[in-house]
């Protein structure tokens, strides 16, 4: 595709339950990375995945949270038991490499009553 | 002038004027910035980006200047127009791992007319 993809576009889930979120990174793109941002706030960094490297999860807030890319491609975050402090937008983004230039999709509006 | 605001720093401009924002970097190791722009309801958007081995760079309308003796960014936009009304973040990168990409609160820029 033309740019990054992101779906849900929004998400309202209950407390407890687990939510998964996909990014379609640009085709050829190595680099993907998750984000967060909430309400007013900038950019948290939660995962990055670099070709067949292991992730960085260095990011990642807590064990509720996890992510997949499978065959190079797309990903999948995962949030498992959602609290409503998780609430916010999960951006995806993707670079041909590493340290290049980051294209971001549309994000994912999560709101966990 | 600028204000801070409940969460973000607003800067108000009038139509046509030049814009600068600035932006405060933390490691005087990070050697690749990048300013993005994050309209409402949209992912951020690449606007510029600098090495550290330069000190100005242009792009259509906008400039960003690098001070790394106080470790001080600037976004300057020429002639601004209601569409540069979003949210500005910088963004520095040191290393070569995804951890390693900071991005600053942002400041929130308001056109008017």
């Known amino acids: 595709g033309a740019g990054v993809s992101q779906s849900p576009s929004n998400k309202v889930t209950e407390k407890g339950k687990d939510v998964e979120l996909r990014c379609d990174p640009i085709s050829g793109h190595t680099a993907l990375y998750w984000y967060r941002q909430s309400l007013g706030q900038g950019l948290e960094f939660l995962i990055y995945?670099?070709?067949?490297?292991?992730?960085?999860k260095s990011g990642l807030p807590s064990d509720r949270f996890s992510a997949e890319r499978t065959g190079g491609s797309v990903s999948t975050l995962t949030i498992q038991r959602t609290q409503q402090e998780d609430s916010a937008v999960y951006l995806c983004?993707?670079?041909?490499?590493?340290?290049?230039?980051?294209?971001f999709g549309p994000g994912t509006r999560l709101l966990v009553l | 002038g600028e204000s801070v605001g409940l969460h973000l720093p607003t800067l108000s401009v009038q139509e046509g004027d030049n814009s600068i924002i600035n932006c405060a970097y933390s490691?005087?190791?990070?050697?690749?910035f990048i300013w993005y722009k994050q309209e409402s309801g949209k992912g951020p958007q690449f606007i510029i980006d600098?090495?550290?081995?330069?000190d100005k760079r242009q792009g259509q309308r906008v400039t960003v200047l690098l001070n790394k003796t106080v470790k001080h960014l600037s976004l300057q936009i020429a002639a601004t127009q209601p569409g540069d009304s979003a949210v500005y973040f910088c963004?520095?990168?040191?290393?070569?791992?995804?951890?390693?990409?900071?991005f600053g609160p942002g400041t929130r820029l308001s056109v008017l007319p």
């Open positions: 490691n005087s190791a990070s050697d690749y």
């Open positions: 983004a993707s670079s041909f490499t590493e340290q290049e230039t980051q294209y």
């Open positions: 963004a520095e990168i040191f290393d070569n791992y995804g951890q390693n990409f900071v």
């Open positions: 600098i090495r550290s081995n330069m």
């Open positions: 995945f670099q070709g067949n490297s292991a992730p960085d």
